[in-house]
């Protein structure tokens, strides 16, 4: 494994017969092969072309078959230490790396995708007795100004195809709200980003089990422009060798689309390399509605690891702040964080994926890790309960739902009483 750059660490279900052929590999040792390209190719890999319908049938997609994908040739390639041109270099990679279609020449109405099957051992398992799936992608999407359903995107899902269950998928479309997107030539582009799909041993997989991970690099619904993704340490270990954080974020699936709404995340840092690293910090942004609202800060709890502490954003669309200090290989904590929907917020999910974590290496370089996107649905048929604790201390909304009630039975049986009914 390796670093990315002074600034950044790097790290379906196949039921669409006869239209998307994946042949992916599968593996029966521990861990992904040729996780990491080194190879310097893309054996053990499947990689398939595909054509794109000119907007994405299903949106926004939360499982492969939403994407409306035809059969063509890939454009996918395994790259040399180097950067991406269409970013003017700033995402760079010290080692191999693999790109998923072209940001470039990928227009016309085409996509990528690689996959590969993984069938689950025993030293998959974490020492948290789960499975971990793990890698860093980026994308690299020219931006058009389309809707939201024909812009470039990317996708990843994740499947147990022996149970025929989605675990996971993330999708972004080109300058897509809630993401730090950089800009370059027509590009948008992002660091590189962590991600850790936490899978539970029994409910979402069982060793033997065969699981799946796809992912595609799409242009334009309407032809002209291109998008890429790129994709590099993909595994299940967790440990990197040299100078790595991580983080994640965790949240509600659902929430009501209504000013007052209370969301709490939680987020997980790590040094999960095997160099300490000092002076600590975690940036977390206000997350924002599809169409760019952002959120109101309401409270930030202290870091659980590291005895740092936490403050509020200096500036209404800052970020609030984490001092976390040092961490030795391994070390981890969380910090959960309350935001509120402002009133006159409108869009379809809430996306919150404008959080890093920075530190500094031995040698005093900055580094510093980008998350992936978390998007939660907006639901606009619910209601907002009041704020509880000003009612009845340490009463929650499902005891408010249980006294109500009561309440409305107890006024019932007095009414009775009152006309002898009792």
Known sequence: MSIHSPGVSRGVISAISGLIALGAATTAQADYSNGNFEAGDLSGWASQGHTIPSAIPTFPPTTLSHLGLGSRAPMSAVLPPGS?????????????????????????????????????????????????????????????????????????????????????????????????????????????????????????????????????????????????????????????????????????????????????????????????????????????????????FLSIGSPTFGGGSCSAPATPNGPALCDIGSLQPGEQGTISMTVRIPSGATGVSLNNGNYVLSGMTEDLDPISQLGPLLRTDLLDDCMVLPDIPKLVPGLGQKGLLLLSGLLALLGAVAMRGRHGGL
């Open 84 to 296: 991406a041109a269409s970013t003017n270099h700033e995402l760079f990679w010290n080692s191999h790396a693999a790109r998923i279609h072209d940001e470039q020449g990928g227009t016309g109405n085409t996509a990528s995708s690689l996959t590969q099957r993984l069938t689950v051992t025993s030293a998959d398992l974490d020492p948290d007795g789960k499975v971990h799936v793990r890698f860093s992608a980026a994308p690299v999407l020219q931006d058009p100004g389309h809707a939201a359903n024909q812009q470039p995107y990317f996708f990843i899902e994740l499947t147990n195809v022996t149970r025929g269950t989605s675990l996971f998928h993330s999708f972004n479309f080109a300058n897509e709200p809630g993401v730090p997107w950089k800009t370059y030539a027509g590009n948008t582009f992002t660091d590189w980003q962590a991600f850790d799909i936490a899978l539970d041993v029994g409910s979402d997989v069982a060793i033997g089990d065969e699981i799946e991970l796809i992912t595609v690099g799409a242009g334009c619904g309407q032809s002209g422009h291109a998008g890429a993704l790129y994709l590099d340490n993909v595994r299940t270990q967790l440990a990197v060798t040299g100078t790595s954080l991580w983080i994640t974020a965790a949240g509600p699936d659902s929430v009501c689309l209504a000013g007052g709404s209370r969301v709490t995340y939680t987020y997980t840092f790590q040094n999960n390399g095997s160099d300490p690293v000092t002076d600590v910090i975690a940036s977390l942004g206000m997350p924002a509605t599809s169409d760019g609202m952002e959120m109101e």
